[in-house]
Every structure is written in structure tokens, then in C-alpha cells.
């Protein structure tokens, strides 16, 4: 079982930034797995942000590329999001994700809140 526990949601001015972590534990094949940022807004389906696959291959959407940044650190068993440029719409529940050999995990989500 996996665990995945997400942290530095806030609130940011428009403009601002923020980087999200997401510390995984609970398994030793971190560096196998697929991490990925997902946010779903209110009244909104939950939506892809960006995904880093095992080998380093990253994949952003196209309203986070330019301005997220996805990267992932295998001795600490974390993933980041760093996101510059934020705003309003950017407003959401942000949910880190991994998957590997069939299994998906979840984190409890962390909220992000662009306002001034």
C-alpha cells in the first residue's frame, strides 16, 4: 500500500507562485512509478496538470506548460509542482497520483487559491 501525502497548497496573489510536494511512502519501487499533479475545481472534473514518468519524461497540460514545472526526486521518494504565474483559474484542489504495475494510488489533495 502507498501512501502519498501532499503539501504546500495556500492562498497567491494572481501573478505569484507556489511548489506543491507530494511524499510518497509505503513502497520501495518509487522510481518505477508514474507521478503525476491532477486539480479538479469546483463544479469542474477532475483534470491532468502534468506527469513524469520513471525514465524522466514529463507531460504538461496546455494551461500548466510555460508556467508548472513537474520533477521528482527518487532518494526522497517526492514529487514536485512548481507553479509560477498562477491565476485565478488555476484556483482548485490539486491531487498528486501515482501508478504503476496495474495499482493507482491517491493523495488526500491540497488546496491552491489564486486571489487577490
Known amino acids: 500500500q502507498v501512501q502519498l501525502v501532499e503539501s504546500g497548497g495556500g492562498l497567491v496573489q494572481p501573478g505569484g507562485s507556489l511548489r506543491l510536494s507530494c511524499a510518497a511512502s509505503?513502497?520501495?519501487?518509487?522510481?518505477?512509478?508514474?507521478m503525476a499533479w491532477y486539480r479538479q475545481a469546483p463544479g469542474k472534473t477532475r483534470e491532468l496538470v502534468a506527469n513524469i514518468v520513471a525514465g524522466g519524461t514529463t507531460n504538461y497540460a496546455d494551461s500548466a506548460k510555460g508556467r508548472f514545472t513537474i520533477s521528482k526526486d527518487n532518494a526522497k521518494n517526492t514529487v514536485y509542482l512548481q507553479m509560477n504565474s498562477l491565476k485565478p483559474e488555476d484556483t482548485a484542489v490539486y491531487y498528486c497520483?501515482?501508478?504503476?504495475?496495474?495499482?493507482?494510488?491517491w493523495g488526500q489533495g491540497t488546496q491552491v487559491t489564486v486571489s487577490s
Open positions: 509505503g513502497s520501495i519501487f518509487f522510481h518505477i512509478y508514474t
Open positions: 497520483y501515482a501508478g504503476a504495475l496495474g495499482l493507482d494510488y
